[in-house]
T-cell receptor
Framework: EAQVTQNPRYLITVTGKKLTVTCSQN?????MSWYRQDPGLGLRQIYY???????DKGDVPEGYKVSRKEKRNFPLILESPSPNQTSLYFC?????????FGPGTRLTVL | RKEVEQDPGPFNVPEGATVAFNCTYS??????FFWYRQDCRKEPKLLMS???SGNEDGRFTAQLNRASQYISLLIRDSKLSDSATYLC??????????FGPGTRLSVLP
């Protein structure tokens, strides 16, 4: 089944404790991206990647890192999480014009 | 000014009603346009693409006006299962997807 998977689905952590949210797709898509979704603000792009080893900042990259060492994986790294990074995070991949989203990761930073 | 703006809603309509959503975008160089649907606490999913000539998919009709930088979505004969948030999406230069904040629809029995 073609899909985008994210782990963990839910995470509660404390300020400053490094964490990684994994994202994997099995559709051989070149384009992958990370979004955060907050009430009233909609989906905002954090980082995107056009292909392996190519990453670019989106609208809200501060406090986040990504890597794209292989086509299928695009992890999101929070080196020192802060409470303002509490949000719902979505990973997505696309080949042409349709984006396929993962199920989301709900992160709470205390 | 936000790149993609939508009616904030919520729209509460009875079953069988016709409802229309509007969306405006600021970048005249935008290339592609879509409507996505997002159910509560779920991931967004593509509803339909929007073409310059307008396009229809069953009860859903999408229109694009490039001159006015305006996109619309019309839902006829609303069903309870249409209750969701509808996201207007624009692809900018390259493959940069820009999402509107969404319009929430509740179809009432």
């Amino acid at each position: 089944e073609a899909q985008v998977t994210q782990n963990p689905r839910y995470l509660i952590t404390v300020t400053g404790k490094k964490l990684t949210v994994t994202c994997s797709q099995n559709m051989n898509h070149e384009y992958m991206s990370w979004y955060r979704q907050d009430p009233g603000l909609g989906l905002r792009q954090i980082y995107y990647s056009m292909n392996v080893e190519v990453t670019d900042k989106g609208d809200v990259p501060e406090g986040y890192k990504v890597s794209r060492k292989e086509k299928r994986n695009f992890p999101l790294i929070l080196e020192s999480p802060s409470p303002n990074q509490t949000s719902l995070y979505f990973c997505a991949s696309s080949k042409y014009n349709e984006q396929f989203f993962g199920p989301g990761t709900r992160l709470t930073v205390l | 000014r936000k790149e993609v703006e939508q009616d904030p809603g919520p729209f509460n309509v009875p079953e069988g009603a016709t409802v229309a959503f509007n969306c405006t975008y600021s970048n005249s160089a935008s290339q592609s346009f879509f409507w996505y649907r997002q159910d509560c606490r779920k991931e967004p999913k593509l509803l339909m693409s929007v073409y310059s000539s307008g396009n229809e998919d069953g009860r859903f009709t999408a229109q694009l006006n490039r001159a006015s930088q305006y996109i619309s979505l019309l839902i006829r004969d609303s069903k309870l299962s249409d209750s969701a948030t509808y996201l207007c999406v624009v692809i900018d230069y390259g493959q940069n997807f820009v999402f509107g904040p969404g319009t929430r629809l509740s179809v009432l029995p």
